[in-house]
T-cell receptor, first 114, second 108 residues
Framework: EAQVTQNPRYLITVTGKKLTVTCSQN?????MSWYRQDPGLGLRQIYY???????DKGDVPEGYKVSRKEKRNFPLILESPSPNQTSLYFC?????????????FGPGTRLTVL | GDSVTQMEGPVTLSEEAFLTINCTYT??????LFWYVQYPGEGLQLLLK?????DKGSNKGFEATYRKETTSFHLEKGSVQVSDSAVYFC???????FGQGTELSVKP
């Protein structure tokens, strides 16, 4: 089954404790992206990757890192989480960003930073 | 910069009522337009899309028409069901710029 998977689905942590949220897709997609969803703000892009070893900042990259060592994986790293990073996070992938290319989303990771 | 604006929610309707959720966009050029739906506790699913002016996207009884003149992509459904209760997001472009989402609640 074609899908985007994320782990963990739920995470409660404390300020400053490094964490990684994994994302994997099995559709051989070139493009992958991370978003955070906050009430009243919709989804905002954190980072994206056009291909292996190519990553770039989205609209809200501060406090986050990513890597793209393999085509299928795109982990999101919070080196020193803070309470304002409490949010619902989504990973997505697509063939590209051309006309009509559709992004497929993972199930989400709900992160709470105390 | 490019942006998407949706009507504010929550929207509460009775079953079988007509639904419209307004969406307008600002963009340089003519982006693809999308409606995504998020059911409670789930991720986003593509509901429908349109890639050029006057295109109509449709799925599960929902429709939206790409209107270049009014820079709009309003979502409509003729008769909503309780199972349509969800948050609906309008979005544009390949890298996806989202509106703020509109929560729909349908009562029996």
């Amino acid at each position: 089954e074609a899908q985007v998977t994320q782990n963990p689905r739920y995470l409660i942590t404390v300020t400053g404790k490094k964490l990684t949220v994994t994302c994997s897709q099995n559709m051989n997609h070139e493009y992958m992206s991370w978003y955070r969803q906050d009430p009243g703000l919709g989804l905002r892009q954190i980072y994206y990757s056009m291909n292996v070893e190519v990553t770039d900042k989205g609209d809200v990259p501060e406090g986050y890192k990513v890597s793209r060592k393999e085509k299928r994986n795109f982990p999101l790293i919070l080196e020193s989480p803070s309470p304002n990073q409490t949010s619902l996070y989504f990973c997505a992938s697509s063939l590209g960003t051309g006309i009509g290319d559709t992004q497929y989303f993972g199930p989400g990771t709900r992160l709470t930073v105390l | 910069g490019d942006s998407v604006t949706q009507m504010e929610g929550p929207v509460t309707l009775s079953e079988e009522a007509f639904l419209t959720i307004n969406c307008t966009y600002t963009a340089t050029g003519y982006p693809s337009l999308f409606w995504y739906v998020q059911y409670p506790g789930e991720g986003l699913q593509l509901l429908l899309k349109a890639t050029k002016a006057d295109d109509k996207g449709s799925n599960k009884g929902f429709e939206a028409t790409y209107r270049k003149e009014t820079t709009s992509f309003h979502l409509e459904k003729g008769s909503v069901q309780v199972s349509d209760s969800a948050v609906y997001f309008c979005a544009q472009g390949g890298k996806l710029i989202f509106g703020q989402g509109t929560e729909l609640s349908v009562k029996p």
